[in-house]
């Protein structure tokens, strides 16, 4: 069974079907979601994320597309991918007012009561300052950025944004508690960082004002997976890890 109140989404990144649906069955019982993304939609499309979910234990999907297009057809992808009953989709804040509110329309006309929460990304965290600055973004610092293109989310009627858990604390307290906070860049304190740079480990990233947490390679790539997912939650939790 999966478990209630568990905030972490597993990122299960491959494109390989039969190895996401492994990992998920083995998993499920110890994290709060999985967390798909282009990389498996690309390769396996709407079949393959049926077929993953089937080994997840009814365990919330959190479908992390990053939608960014004219908001006719964003309004599509969002009514297409609703078949799917994901608990999360991701859409570019960037995408402007229009885009957001047609996504929020199309959430709520195909997906009913059980409709999927759109949640807003804000500013890539692979892009650096000077990067905004070359894409023609206005000459702002990260921050300042970051919050904007939030406050447009919330404008947009959007449920949430995906942020580094070092932003979390500051809209936490801009947004209210209502406000999904889906937060990656986290890593337990006994494993690798990775490829991510600044980190913080899933109980600071709680208490900085998190609701949920996406944990990829700490999961998956353990010798044991459950095991390590259940450490997490532990630690989240505040029970000693039995190991
Ligand atoms: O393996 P790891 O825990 O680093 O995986 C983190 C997941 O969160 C990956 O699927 C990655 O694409 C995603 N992500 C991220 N940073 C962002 C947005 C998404 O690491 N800013």
């Not at 993953?52 to 004219?70: N, Q, T």
């Not at 999927?116 to 973004?137: A, I, N, Q, W």
């Not at 406000?179 to 208490?207: H, Y």
Request: charged share 20%.
């Amino acid at each position: 069974m999966a478990q209630r109140g568990n905030p972490v989404f597993v990122a299960l990144d491959t494109t390989d079907a039969a190895e996401a649906a492994a990992w998920a069955s083995r998993v499920a019982g110890a994290v709060g979601g999985i967390k798909l993304g282009l990389e498996f939609f690309c390769a396996n499309g709407p079949a393959g994320i049926g077929a993953v979910m089937g080994e997840a234990s009814g365990l919330p999907l959190f479908l992390d597309l990053k939608l960014h297009d004219i908001p006719n057809t964003v309004a599509g992808g969002v009514r297409a991918v609703c078949a799917l009953k994901p608990r999360y989709v991701t859409i570019h804040a960037a995408g402007g007012p229009a885009m957001l509110k047609a996504a929020g329309e199309a959430a709520r006309q195909a997906g009913g009561a059980e409709r999927p929460k759109l949640l807003g990304v804000t500013v890539l965290t692979s892009l650096s300052e000077d990067d905004l600055d070359r894409v023609g973004f206005a000459r702002r610092a990260m921050h300042e950025q970051v919050a904007n293109l939030a406050r447009l989310a919330r404008e947009g009627g959007l449920d949430g944004v995906v942020c580094s858990p070092h932003e979390a604390a500051s809209l936490r307290a801009a947004f209210g508690p209502d406000f999904v906070l889906m937060v990656p860049g986290v890593r337990p304190s006994w494993s690798a960082a990775d490829d991510q740079k600044r980190v913080m480990t899933p109980a600071e990233a709680m208490r900085a004002g998190a609701t949920h947490l996406v944990i990829g390679r700490p999961i998956t790539k353990a010798a044991d997976p459950a095991g390590a997912a259940r450490r997490i939650a532990d630690e989240i939790a505040g029970r000693n890890a039995a190991a």
